[in-house]
């Protein structure tokens, strides 16, 4: 089922990023040092009871003049209204309802989302609640008094949130076809590429309708086969700001990501890769996506016979967390390779997808032990029992040791590579999961 997503909107010192942070707790931080991930302070998973969702912070924008301040809000507004399955619309207590606050609301009003109505800062129930009620003049039903900073508050608006979650993420899961989104920074050839595939395969095309982010998706068949592309190009890119661009392409890269199977991320050959792209990659690897790599405007390249082995090797480096990705280069412009990229999404899907038999994993696992022996410490050798894959998309592997702390990140990964030597598994992570059984 794909996650939920809610964003937290409003003005500039409200306390966006303060409960942003209270919520996303722990979870912010990376719990397995992988080198080249990096965790942007914008999105966040989050439980509450049963359920799990993404969280956006749509804040940090600190404008300048008056009327910068309400176009940074109208695009804020409008990013989360794009994105958002509901939206929490934060005002502050101690400022009190000002005009500003009311210009939002009529955005989001308009949008037909489910919103929250937060009033934050409230320390003091018994002293602040007079103001609160002020809020009701806003028209969005009941304001919720919280203190981001206290944490007073969050888990009756949590239930709230939660209340608006409805099966229909459930019922999407239901639709079989692969779903491939393209992710990229802007202006990189995302929408040529969609548009080129369209063209070129004589396709039957329709936009599906408001699927639970109001994206429209584009339907593509091919060979009989019908796959549904998420494009993530309808990037405002009103601001001036770099760091405001950055941020919007990572929030539309989340929900993206969140509803495919398979990722396809996109690079400009003219600019090689940068560090952004690094960032964009790390949200589908950490979300378990099929990956693939497209080199696209590689018709404008000057090339001789060194130029594709220097690139790979670039790329190689840069994004060394994801060694498993698909590298492809393409030209959208002219269409050179772009029917093998088809042949690679399917391919990465099906290895997604794969199961391996329990029998042949722990007859791998036993000669992988016999060829290099599992590390010790302090007179304690790690003993490795069985292996078995509990779930794909993607591959997850439970591995029963005698002792969690001595099986070392690189003799899982040792493991990894010598599963990936029988099955391959190109484009897509698998997930190792280390648990203890004691030596019988």
């Not at 952004?276 to 979300?287: N, V």
Request: glycine share 6%.
């Amino acid at each position: 089922m794909s996650k939920p997503i809610v964003a937290i909107v409003g003005r500039p010192n409200v306390g966006k990023s303060t409960l942003f942070n209270a919520l996303a707790g722990e979870k912010i931080s990376i719990v397995q040092d992988t080198p080249g991930v990096t965790r942007d302070r914008i999105y966040a998973d989050v439980s509450w009871l049963d359920y799990n969702f993404t969280l956006i912070d749509t804040g940090g924008i600190e404008p300048e003049s008056d009327n910068i301040i309400l176009k940074s809000m109208r695009e804020q507004a409008e990013i989360a209204i794009d994105t958002a399955d509901v939206i929490l619309f934060m005002t502050d207590v101690r400022q009190g309802l000002v005009d500003d606050d009311s210009k939002v609301a009529d955005m989001l009003r308009r949008s037909k989302k489910p919103i929250v109505l937060v009033v934050n800062k409230v320390d003091s129930f018994e002293k602040f609640m007079p103001d609160v009620y002020e809020f009701y003049n806003l028209g969005l039903g009941d304001p919720m008094p919280i203190s981001g900073a206290s944490r007073l508050g969050i888990g009756d608006m949590l239930d709230v949130v939660v209340s608006y979650f409805d099966e229909s993420a459930k019922e999407e899961e239901e639709d079989e076809r692969p779903r491939i989104a393209i992710i990229g920074k802007p202006n990189v050839g995302k929408s040529s590429i969609i548009n080129k595939l369209l063209g070129e395969d004589r396709v039957i095309v329709s936009d599906i309708a408001g699927t639970t982010r109001d994206a429209i998706d584009t339907e593509i068949v091919r060979n009989g086969t019908e796959y549904v592309f998420i494009d993530t190009a309808g990037l405002r890119k009103k601001s001036k700001i770099k760091e405001d661009i950055e941020r919007y392409s990572i929030i539309r890269t989340v929900s993206a990501v969140e509803r495919c199977n398979v990722a396809v991320l996109v690079i400009d050959a003219t600019e090689g890769i940068t560090d952004q792209d690094t960032k964009i990659a790390g949200i589908a690897h950490e979300r378990g996506k099929g990956m693939i790599i497209a080199v696209n405007k590689w018709d404008a390249i000057e090339k001789d016979d060194k130029t594709i082995y220097k690139f790979t090797e670039e790329i190689r480096n840069k994004l060394s967390y994801m060694p498993y990705a698909e590298l492809i280069f393409i030209s959208a412009k002219s269409g050179q390779r772009l029917p093998k990229l088809f042949d690679t999404i399917d391919a990465v899907i099906e290895n997604h997808s794969l199961r391996v038999a329990t029998g042949v994993l722990n007859e791998i696992m036993t000669e992988a032990v016999a060829m290099q022996q599992p590390p010790s410490d302090k007179g304690k050798r790690l003993k490795l029992f069985y292996i078995t894959q509990v779930s794909v998309k993607p591959p997850t592997f439970v591995i029963f040791v005698n002792d969690k702390e001595l099986m070392h990140f690189s003799y899982t990964r040792y493991i990894e590579n010598r599963i990936r030597e029988s099955f391959g598994f190109r484009g897509t992570p698998l997930k190792f999961i280390i648990r203890e059984r004691k030596d019988k």
